[in-house]
């Protein structure tokens, strides 16, 4: 049996059956970790209101077997919690959409300083300033890359060229073609948001770089078709988000 002493980020919760909840959680020392806290079924249990999604704590995690998948949490206490981020409905879907990103790309039981850096940091900015897509956008690529499902941006996978108005997202490829090397692919994106993500994921910063509101939904568009095929899952959060930033009765155009 061991104990593990880290810092977490809640990233999900279940209930259970009874007085227990499960809580998805990425700590800084063992990565991603399903753990179980007892008698918190109350909501004015002090350990449920520590451990609310995206709050951030300290944890001691109790491990009876080396092979055992849940932990439990024996103890908590809070880092920091995100008032203003948890009060408003569009910073809240995107801290879920970040939350749901990492669980889709990361394994269980490994560790990433790189990871809880970019997390932890994208949590205290948008507790500060105002939550965007495109900075979601930005922590999602950073993310695909650090996880080994970076899309091939740069250029058209077929012919190589580089600079177009328009393109074409191949899911199969993971990649760009241009709309002379496109068949059946069916999803458009903006010249904007292509040059704007082949940057970010370059390294470049999302502050350097200039784009509209129509390249930031095709990002969107774009994360929501390469994350479902090539990690296969789709992001709820990611849906909810688009119809936050899509009124349905729509702006009036002039
Ligand atoms: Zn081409």
């Known amino acids: 049996m061991s104990y593990h002493a880290t810092e977490a980020v809640t990233l999900r919760r279940w209930r259970t059956q009874e007085a227990d909840a499960l809580y998805l959680l990425f700590t800084e020392c063992?990565?991603?970790?399903?753990?179980?806290?007892?008698?918190?079924?109350?909501?004015?249990?002090?350990?449920?209101?520590?451990?609310?999604?995206?709050?951030?704590?300290?944890?001691?995690?109790?491990?009876?077997?080396?092979?055992?998948?849940?932990?439990?949490?024996?103890?908590?206490s809070l880092v920091r919690r995100y008032p203003h981020l948890q009060g408003d409905l569009k910073s809240l879907t995107?801290?879920?959409?970040?939350?749901?990103?990492?669980?889709?790309?990361?394994?269980?039981?490994?560790?990433?300083?790189?990871?809880?850096?970019?997390?932890?940091?994208?949590?205290?900015?948008?507790?500060?300033?105002?939550?965007?897509?495109?900075?979601?956008?930005?922590?999602?690529?950073r993310i695909l890359k650090e996880t080994g499902f970076e899309p091939h941006l740069a250029a058209c996978a077929k012919c190589g060229v580089q600079e177009r108005s328009e393109w074409y997202y191949s899911p199969e490829r993971g990649a760009i073609l241009c709309p002379g090397?496109?068949?059946t692919e069916r999803l458009a994106l903006s010249g904007g948001a292509v040059s704007t993500m082949a940057r970010l994921t370059s390294g470049e910063k999302l502050s350097a770089l200039s784009f509209g509101e129509q390249d930031v939904k095709d990002m969107l568009l774009f994360l929501d078709e390469h994350i479902g095929y090539h990690v296969g899952r789709r992001s709820r959060a990611l849906r909810v988000l688009q119809q936050i930033a899509v009124p349905l009765n729509g702006e009036s155009e002039p």
Request: net charge negative; with cysteine.
């Open 30 to 76: 063992l990565g991603k970790v399903t753990a179980k806290a007892r008698g918190v079924a109350k909501s004015t249990s002090r350990i449920a209101g520590m451990l609310q999604p995206h709050n951030r704590t300290h944890v001691i995690l109790y491990q009876k077997q080396e092979d055992q998948d849940i932990l439990s949490v024996t103890q908590v």
């Open 181 to 183: 090397c496109r068949r």
């Open 94 to 141: 995107l801290a879920a959409c970040a939350a749901e990103l990492i669980d889709f790309c990361t394994g269980e039981g490994e560790p990433n300083r790189m990871i809880w850096s970019l997390l932890t940091k994208l949590l205290d900015f948008w507790e500060e300033n105002e939550a965007t897509e495109a900075q979601l956008a930005a922590f999602a690529l």
